[in-house]
């Protein structure tokens, strides 16, 4: 990033912020969906019954759990391939 002048840094921190989101957004209709379909079950009333609310903060705890151990691991196989001169992919 050094080597961009102040406009290409702006242009590109606007793309990278644009993509954090996309993703940001992507993960979270994936986690609605699945923890909607896995505890959902009764359409008769507006509301959430007793057992589906508990399902549905079980999931989306279990998911964001899952998801934030997914990144720890990602970033500690990053670190020791960066420390041993290998690069992702090869």
Request: hydrophobic letters at 30%.
């Amino acid at each position: 990033m050094d080597n961009l002048n102040a406009a290409e840094q702006r242009e590109l921190q606007g793309r990278v912020e644009k993509r954090q989101m996309k993703e940001f957004m992507t993960m979270y209709g994936k986690l609605v969906q699945r923890c909607f379909d896995d505890c959902v079950q009764d359409f008769t009333s507006k509301s959430l019954q007793t057992r589906e609310e508990g399902c549905v903060l079980r999931c989306v705890d279990k998911y964001l759990k899952g998801t934030e151990r997914l990144g720890q691991r990602w970033q500690e196989q990053n670190a020791a391939m960066m420390q041993s001169g290998q690069l992702p992919g090869r």
